[in-house]
């Protein structure tokens, strides 16, 4: 099958790449610059230059496709818009992607997000609306489901479309701007490794490379129409991360009370992120296409050591 594949270069990107060449695939990687289309080359994909903001290059290259996996973002959007502006532009590249593809029953495969479920007391499952969550991130959380009910959409016109959701924390031995990193950053400038409350919040997390390996199969076998969750650990209490931080860093483990979490403090503007519960099943997405992590687990992956290059 020849891919095409934008975000080629990212985290999750840089492993879908050689997953998919080992697979038997061909692929083409979108690039904006020089060193994006040496990095892609470096992974053995064909350059196609271009980005994001280039809709008719983007339905030209998607028709010359066989399928197309989409991890990139107009991460330049940060700067003037935020995150709704940056998930906005996802909707015009969705509906091109969707132009060129209507009818042909070819598979796109968009990166989507796994939020909070709530007070539904229980996992997020496939099952669940995008992002549901609370009213503190309403707006993001509205953009975010346009964007993939807008993939999910396609199906009705002829496109196999599917969202694979990426864990809350992505993490891989070269993991360089992730969450995790923050953490670090923030517990040496600290001295100490906070966790919210009694740090009972559950958080989901996958290696990058098992995500990239469900990409793989959502592009070769997935439904029109679905949802899969990339998602190794469900439910890690988010002590036990902030405790494995601090054995690496040889700093103390302290609670942050929940009357200080909202005010500048340890946690800054991550305060109302790192106080939510973000526990998630894959058991859908196991049984269904036969994906089966295979890689260490966050808190293994805290302890091979490429978090912690110094210490």
């Keep these: 099958m020849r891919v095409l594949v934008t975000g080629g270069t990212g985290h999750t990107g840089s492993y879908i790449i050689p997953e998919l060449i080992a697979a038997g695939h061909e692929v083409t990687g979108l ?24 809709l008719d290059g983007l339905k030209e290259a998607a028709a010359d496709s066989d399928g197309v996996i989409h991890v990139a973002q107009r991460q330049d959007l940060l700067r003037t818009g935020g995150i709704d502006a940056v998930a906005a532009a996802e909707v015009p590249i969705m509906l091109a992607y969707g ?57 009705e016109h002829g496109v196999r479309s599917s969202i694979v959701r990426i864990a809350t924390i992505a993490h891989s031995t070269t993991d360089q701007h992730g969450f995790l990193q923050r953490l670090i950053a923030l517990a040496k400038e600290k001295g100490v490794v906070g966790y ?17 390996s469900l990409f793989r199969l959502a592009l070769e076998k997935g439904a029109a129409g679905s949802y899969w969750h990339a998602v ?26 929940a009357d200080v979490l909202m005010v500048p403090g340890y946690f800054g503007f991550l305060a109302n992120i790192v106080t939510k519960s973000y526990p998630a099943s894959n058991l859908i997405t196991r049984k269904t296409l036969g994906w089966e992590p295979a890689q260490p687990g966050l808190l293994d992956g805290l302890d091979n050591g490429h978090y912690f290059p110094a210490s």
């Excluded at 995008?130 to 993939?151: D, M, Q, Y």
């Excluded at 494995?244 to 302290?254: E, N, T, Y």
Aim: charged share 20%; aromatic share 2%; glycine share 14%.
């Design 99 to 155: 132009e060129a593809l209507a009818g042909t029953g070819k598979p796109l495969v968009a990166a989507g997000s796994i939020g909070s479920p709530g007070n539904l007391g229980r996992p997020a499952t496939e099952q669940d609306p995008a992002l549901p969550g609370g009213e503190e991130h309403a707006g993001t959380l509205r953009v975010r489901n346009i964007v993939e009910t807008t993939v999910i959409g396609l199906a």
């Design 196 to 212: 919210p409350g009694d740090g009972a919040n559950q958080w989901n997390a996958v290696h990058a490379r098992d995500a990239a």
């Design 232 to 257: 190794g650990d469900g439910a890690i209490p988010f002590r036990d991360i902030a405790e494995a931080i601090g054995s690496r860093l040889r700093l103390p483990v302290v609670s942050i009370p």
């Design 31 to 54: 690039a904006r610059s020089d060193t994006a289309a040496t990095a892609l080359s470096a992974l053995g994909a064909t350059v196609r230059r271009g980005d994001l903001e280039d």
